[in-house]
């Protein structure tokens, strides 16, 4: 049983103006598979042929004889991930017991989302930015190319993608206006809330 390419959660029109078809249709429909089907070339026939995209994240995570499968799998998961962090109406400020444990790590939403904004703009070159848990403290990172925040046995709550072929369709250059809109118009704050709820 191969890897596979999960369904968006949502059609590739959905997140316009703030997210194009365009850029949906390159991001998901090309990038994201090439990750799936790079995997899939990676692991038949060593003794993670078969086994879950977490577990083949566990088992290649800092080992350098299997930096492609991590990379190619960390990739998988976080870009799965991503798509299910927005939604059509999205953004704005979160509810409920989010919305106290973000104001008791962060001051306010407004500070949360400055310290977002600056560290997923902040990351040199390719990555991701993420709200966590780290035990049982909410933080923000970022972290570098594929890496994913359960290689450092943080659990993630929240993404934005900050490589360039999420936003240079749309955005250019600009990846503080990207990162603004998705902070504005796109986060889908019930899937974070399920995230925490699990831990
Ligand atoms: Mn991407």
């Not at 596979?4 to 103006?17: D, G, I």
Request: hydrophobic residues 40%.
């Amino acid at each position: 049983m191969s890897v596979q390419l999960p369904n968006l959660p949502y059609a590739e029109t959905a997140l316009e103006p703030h997210y194009s078809a365009k850029t949906i249709g390159f991001h998901y429909g090309k990038h994201h598979k090439a990750y799936v089907d790079n995997l899939n070339k990676l692991t038949p026939g060593t003794p993670l042929d078969g086994k879950s995209l977490e577990e083949i994240i566990a088992a290649s995570a800092g080992d350098a004889s299997r930096v492609g499968v991590f990379n190619n799998a960390a990739q998988v998961w976080n870009h799965t991930f991503f798509w299910n962090c927005m939604k059509p109406s999205g953004g704005g400020r979160p509810k409920g017991e989010l919305a106290q444990r973000i104001d008791q790590a962060f001051g306010s939403y407004e500070k949360f989302a400055e310290q977002f904004k600056a560290t997923a703009v902040g990351r040199f070159g390719s990555g991701w930015g993420w709200l966590v848990l780290d035990g049982g403290t909410l933080k923000i990172v970022s972290t570098a190319n594929a890496d994913t925040p359960m290689a450092s046995k943080q659990t993630a709550l929240l993404t934005v993608d900050v490589w360039e072929h999420a936003y240079y369709l749309d955005y250019q250059n600009r990846r503080p206006d990207f990162v603004q809109a998705f902070l504005d118009h796109l986060v889908n704050w019930d899937f974070v809330a399920g995230n925490l709820a699990k831990k």
